[in-house]
C-alpha cells in the first residue's frame, strides 16, 4: 500500500510537471506578442505629436471663415440681399474711418495739411546760340535757317561738315533769304519752332 501511493505521488507530480511546462511554452508566445505590442504602441504615441505639431496652413480667409463656422452663437435673422449689401456698406465705411483715424496717427495728423517740402527754386538753364543762313522766308514770323558745322575726325583727321535746319520765328519779318542770322533757344512756339532770331549778322548781297 504503502509503494503504491508513493507511486501516484510521483505521477502526480510528474504530470504536475507536464503541466506547468506546457503552460510555459503557450505562455512564452503571448509574452512576446504583448512584449512586441508595447514596444509598438509608444512608436505610434511618437508619431502621433508629430502628427499634430504640423497643422495645415490655411490662408486668413480660409482661417477667418473657418473660425466664423466655429462660432456658436445665436442665428441672425432672415436678411435679404439688399439688406445685407447696406449692413456691407456700413461695415466697410466704419472699417474704412477707423483705418484713417490710425494711419492719421501714425503720422502725427489731426487732419490739418502739412506745408511739405518747399518748391525748389528755378534757375534757368545756358541757351544754345547759334550761327546761320537763312534759307527760307516765305513763311509769316517764321524763318528757315541751314545751320553747319564742322568738326575734325579724332581717328583719321579729316573735317566733317555736318549741316541741318530749323525753324526759327521771327517777329517783324526783318530777315530775308541770304542773310546770316545769329539764333537762340527758346520755349516752343509751334509744332516746329524751338528758336527765336536773335540778330541779323549780315545781310544777303
Excluded at 509574452?31 to 497643422?55: G, N
Aim: proline residues 7%.
Amino acid at each position: 500500500m504503502a509503494e503504491e501511493t508513493e507511486n501516484e505521488k510521483t505521477e502526480g507530480t510528474e504530470q504536475e510537471a507536464e503541466e506547468a511546462s506546457a503552460e510555459a511554452t503557450t505562455e512564452e508566445p503571448q509574452a512576446q506578442e504583448d512584449a512586441a505590442e508595447d514596444a509598438d504602441a509608444p512608436a505610434e504615441e511618437a508619431e502621433a505629436p508629430a502628427e499634430e505639431a504640423q497643422p495645415d496652413v490655411l490662408a486668413p480667409k480660409q482661417r477667418r471663415k473657418l473660425e466664423r463656422s466655429r462660432a456658436s452663437g445665436p442665428a441672425g435673422p432672415q436678411l435679404s440681399p439688399e439688406e445685407r449689401a447696406a449692413q456691407r456698406r456700413e461695415r466697410r465705411g466704419h472699417a474704412a474711418a477707423q483705418r484713417g483715424r490710425h494711419r492719421r496717427g501714425l503720422r502725427g495728423r489731426s487732419g490739418e495739411p502739412r506745408t511739405g517740402t518747399p518748391p525748389a527754386e528755378r534757375v534757368p538753364g545756358k541757351r544754345k546760340v547759334r550761327l546761320g543762313t537763312v534759307v527760307s522766308s516765305r513763311a509769316a514770323k517764321t524763318i528757315t535757317v541751314r545751320i553747319e558745322r564742322a568738326r575734325r575726325d579724332p581717328t583719321y583727321e579729316k573735317v566733317m561738315r555736318r549741316s541741318n535746319t530749323v525753324h526759327v520765328h521771327d517777329e517783324r519779318d526783318e530777315a530775308n533769304e541770304g542773310d546770316v542770322v545769329r539764333v537762340i533757344e527758346t520755349r516752343p512756339l509751334s509744332r516746329t519752332k524751338r528758336w527765336r532770331l536773335l540778330e541779323i549778322v549780315e545781310r544777303a548781297r
